[in-house]
């Protein structure tokens, strides 16, 4: 856990991170860094709490399902209404209860009669419809038996996920939270404030003390005691930002600048949370039509930034983000450095800002 209480200021003498050597390819630089994220450990948490966290363990089914009403009507045993018409009643032998969709059916029962198929006001009950087995419910061991499994380790916790969970008997669920710092003389500022939403939004925990596996630290320049395994990004507007260790630990450095941030959070964070996580990093797009051609410079990994409207995708920059751009956009597209980009009409997967 990062407890060094370092200031972000340049020591003198040290090179500031714009002035370091050649700018690294962006997937050697994620590698680089995720392999020294740590692992976080699991924690058992409710599992309303877990939401968006990545599973440690397995989600199994620990209670055999119970058999529950689809539509509202009488509980009965199919076998009880063999035979039944609406001209031939047939008597029930205890009498029917009413339930509707969801309810846990009485023990004996698994079948719902309609409303109307069933006589209980005069005379002994009876049933006016025949049903079977299953007939408006779910029987006992349709939705899930004991060991099965409901989600699998390493993925996301969602809120589906959370209700099927807990209808199959669970409480609780075993998964890894990574716990961020942020560190620099402008952590307060708006492009803090933009790091901190997007790794939330991923499922890590900012903390203001030590006691944390990754520091990002916001400053123009490079810590003391900085070791670097890269000093500059092959990708735009993410340029000078830098990664490395101090005393061991994992540290990225990203000028507090709005896009460089933006950069910082879209590319480097999933994969780097994700590390940390046992997950993958995978980000959730939306297949889209470009309104326009985006062009893009060979050799650099380039953020391009989109905005939906009637007529398509429609993009606002690419690489060179203004904060004009990054008002109107609503989806982004990570060019890879071999890319020269997309004709108008392309069918493009676009990741969701907003």
């Not at 968006?52 to 363990?57: D, K, M, Q």
């Not at 003390?209 to 395994?229: K, N, Q």
């Not at 990225?252 to 896009?259: A, K, N």
């Not at 959730?284 to 650099?300: D, F, N, P, W, Y």
């Amino acid at each position: 856990m990062i407890r060094t209480p370092f200031r972000p200021r340049a020591a003198r003498g040290a090179p500031g991170i714009l002035s370091g050597p050649a700018l690294t390819p962006l997937n050697l630089a994620v590698e680089r860094l995720a392999a020294a994220c740590p692992l976080a450990p699991v924690e058992e948490l409710p599992l309303a709490e877990a939401v968006g966290l990545v599973l440690a363990e397995r989600l199994v089914a620990e209670v055999r399902s119970h058999p529950v009403a689809l539509r509202a009507g009488w509980a009965v045993a199919a076998g009880d209404t063999s035979g039944a018409s609406p001209y031939g009643p047939v008597p029930i032998g205890s009498p029917p209860i009413w339930v509707v969709p969801g309810d846990r059916l009485p023990e004996g029962a698994d079948a719902v009669l309609p409303p109307d198929a069933a006589v209980t006001l005069a005379g002994p009950p009876a049933a006016l419809a025949e049903a079977a087995p299953g007939e408006g419910a779910r029987r006992q061991g349709e939705d899930a038996v004991p060991g099965t499994v409901l989600a699998p380790a390493g993925t996301p916790l969602d809120a589906l996920d959370v209700a099927v969970a807990r209808e199959a008997g669970l409480a609780t669920a075993r998964v890894r939270r990574p716990y961020l710092r942020l560190l620099g003389d402008t952590a307060g500022g708006a492009a803090a404030d933009l790091v901190r939403a997007r790794a939330r939004a991923l499922g890590a925990v900012i903390r203001d003390d030590g006691d944390a596996a990754l520091a990002i630290v916001l400053s123009g320049s490079a810590p003391p005691g900085f070791e670097p395994f890269f000093t500059g990004l092959a990708l735009r507007p993410g340029e000078p930002i830098a990664g490395g260790l101090i005393e061991g630990r994992p540290v990225l450095v990203v000028p507090p600048r709005v896009e460089t941030a933006l950069a910082a959070a879209l590319v480097l964070l999933p994969a780097l949370i994700a590390a940390m996580s046992g997950g993958r990093a995978e980000p959730r797009a939306e297949r889209g039509t470009l309104a326009r051609k985006i062009a893009s410079q060979v050799g650099l990994a380039e953020i391009a930034l989109l905005s939906a409207t009637e007529g398509g995708l429609e993009p606002t920059a690419v690489g060179d983000l203004s904060l004009a751009a990054m008002a109107r956009a609503t989806h982004f597209l990570l060019l890879g450095p071999e890319s020269e980009g997309f004709p108008a009409g392309s069918t493009v997967d676009a990741v969701p800002l907003r």
